[in-house]
Structure formats: C-alpha cells, structure tokens
T-cell receptor
Framework: QKEVEQDPGPLSVPEGAIVSLNCTYSNSAFQYFMWYRQYSRKGPELLMYTYSSGNKEDGRFTAQVDKSSKYISLFIRDSQPSDSATYLCAILTGGGNKLTFGTGTQLKVEL | DAGITQSPRYKITETGRQVTLMCHQTWSHSYMFWYRQDLGHGLRLIYYSAAADITDKGEVPDGYVVSRSKTENFPLTLESATRSQTSVYFC??????????????FGPGTRLTVT
C-alpha cells in the first residue's frame, strides 16, 4: 500500500467554483501534512501545511486533516484561472527527513 | 539572489552515456534532495543529503550516484543512462529537519530525455 494516494484528475471547474482536492494516507502516526502547488514547467512550491489535525485557513485556501479516516483535503474558494496548476499533497515521513508526495491532481479553472 | 538553480534545464542524451545534473543553492541549507517526476508516479525521492559528505538513498536510487563535497552543490550522475530514466528531475533544499515554517524549496527542474 502506498503511503499517500491522490486522485490525479484532471479536474476542470468554472471560475468562482469551490474546489475540493483530496488525499488519503496509510499510517496513522503521520502528523505533518503539506500541500504544494506546481505550475506547468515549474518546480513545486509550498502552499500550506497543517500539523496533527483540524483546519488551517489562508485566504481562499483551507487545508483540513481528518485523522480518524486518514484523509487530507485542500479547499479553494472562489477559484480563479490563476489557480490552474497541479496540486500535490505531501506527508512527512522518514523520521523528519523526507517528504512523501501524492501523484498530484491537475486543476483547470475555466473562464 | 538566485536561491536554488539547476543546470542544464534541458538535456537529450543517448542510452549508455554518463550524464550529470547540477544543483546549486545559495542559502547554505543543510538538506538537499533529488526527485524525479513522472506521469502517474508523482515526485519520487532518488537521494538526499543531510550535510556535506552525508548522503542517503531514497525510494528510487538505482542507476544514480550523488556526491556532496560542498554544502551548496549536490550533483546527480546517471552512470549509464537508460530510456527509463527519461524524466523531469527536481532538486530541492531545506534548512533542517522538516517542521512548520521550515519549508522545502524546489529548483526549476531539468527535463532529461534518453534516446
């Protein structure tokens, strides 16, 4: 079983829609979860992180962790064409050294 | 202030050739990483380094060699390139152990094609 799994999409939504991106993970001991955004032909960049459980909000973005179901989510409100990118979830593994990434979900926000 | 750079950005090579991808960071971060990104597999860790002269294998190390004689450089060598190593390679760096606020930064990537 993979440590983290993510639906690759692609996901296409109209501008202004609420977007939900999701990952599942295998080990209940994981506590540090991140979302990276990657524009086409660029390196990933950190969007948000959450530690342990609960919600974290930053502008139009909300990261949520449900430890009981081992599920992490990223919500984007009022989505914009500039949000079109690939979103990768990541989990801290390897005793604090390594990040394990999901395969990424490709999002397109259309006018 | 360049941050983290990779060279070359694009490379085409033939099967069996040796290829070295370069990574340079200007922050004096102790940790450096090499990932490959392939459709359907996402980002997979090849090797990482916690400090100069300290390296360790990641998820997919076979066919690759790394060295780290200086903190700021972390070259990745494909000793005898194979078509299965066609991929986009990303270098990353981080100040220390991953923790809130201790972000991992990625370079722009090197697109490698092995013919």
């Amino acid at each position: 079983q993979k440590e983290v799994e993510q639906d690759p999409g692609p996901l296409s939504v109209p501008e202004g829609a609420i977007v939900s991106l999701n990952c599942t993970y295998s080990n209940s001991a994981f506590q540090y979860f991140m979302w990276y955004r990657q524009y086409s032909r660029k390196g990933p960049e950190l969007l948000m992180y959450t530690y342990s459980s609960g919600n974290k909000e930053d502008g139009r973005f909300t990261a949520q962790v449900d430890k009981s179901s081992k599920y992490i989510s990223l919500f984007i409100r009022d989505s914009q064409p500039s949000d079109s990118a690939t979103y990768l979830c990541a989990i801290l593994t390897g005793g604090g050294n390594k990040l394990t990434f999901g395969t990424g979900t490709q999002l397109k926000v259309e006018l | 202030d360049a941050g983290i750079t990779q060279s070359p950005r694009y490379k085409i090579t033939e099967t069996g050739r040796q290829v070295t991808l370069m990574c340079h960071q200007t922050w004096s971060h102790s940790y450096m990483f090499w990932y490959r990104q392939d459709l359907g597999h996402g980002l997979r860790l090849i090797y990482y380094s916690a400090a100069a002269d300290i390296t360790d294998k990641g998820e997919v190390p076979d066919g690759y060699v790394v060295s780290r004689s200086k903190t700021e450089n972390f070259p990745l060598t494909l000793e005898s390139a194979t078509r299965s190593q066609t991929s986009v390679y990303f270098c990353a760096s981080r100040r220390g152990l991953a923790s809130p606020g201790n972000e991992q930064y990625f370079g722009p990537g090197t697109r490698l094609t092995v013919t």
